[in-house]
């Protein structure tokens, strides 16, 4: 009845079926992929964070090294971002020679410890923290650097460098952060 390459009309139809559901089920896939909203950025794709802007952090720049010069001290100030790379350096003529990386130094310690440098120093005399960890690159533990924090937010750092005294630098961070402070509370 059937020759050896030729279909029964039963099996003809039933390759139609197959054929038209498959068409049906790919359809609805497609119907249901783009019916579904895309993924929301809550799965970690995308992170969102706030940043000191250049203008800001020259700002908190220049007061810190406004209010060293009106103390009469020749310092270095240094902003870094809140991934510890410089955004301002600004050095006076008669800083000292290391005194430009050791505030940057102060600006990253600050940061990385979510501290003052101050603090950490204490820390460090009174065995509260290893010692080694000032040996770390970049890690400054004097006093003159402060952290740049803003409703919760760790922004940045400023580190100053070159008055006679850690405490003396720290002012002057200090004096630069609540320059700014009013821009970056939110």
């Not at 054929?19 to 970690?44: E, F, K, Q, V």
Request: charged letters at 20%; a neutral charge.
């Amino acid at each position: 009845m059937f020759g050896r390459n030729e279909e029964s009309p039963a099996i003809d139809r039933m390759s139609t079926r197959y054929t038209t559901w498959r068409h049906l089920m790919l359809i609805g896939a497609a119907a249901l992929a783009l019916s579904t909203p895309p993924a929301i950025a809550t799965d970690g794709a995308i992170v969102v964070y706030k940043s000191l802007s250049p203008e800001v952090a020259l700002e908190a720049a220049q007061a810190a090294l406004k209010k060293c010069r009106d103390n009469g001290f020749q310092v270095a100030v240094s902003v870094v971002d809140r991934f510890g790379q410089p955004q301002v350096m600004l050095r006076d003529r008669f800083a000292g020679l290391p005194s430009a990386d050791t505030a940057t130094d102060k600006a990253y310690t600050a940061l990385s410890f979510r501290s003052a440098t101050s603090e950490l120093a204490k820390s460090i005399r009174s065995g509260q923290m290893d010692a080694g960890l000032a040996r770390l690159p970049h890690v400054a533990m004097l006093a003159g650097g402060v952290m740049i924090e803003a409703g919760g937010t760790l922004l940045g750092g400023i580190g100053v460098s070159g008055a006679p005294g850690g405490d003396k630098d720290e002012e002057c961070a200090r004096a630069g952060l609540d320059a700014v402070r009013d821009k970056i509370d939110f």
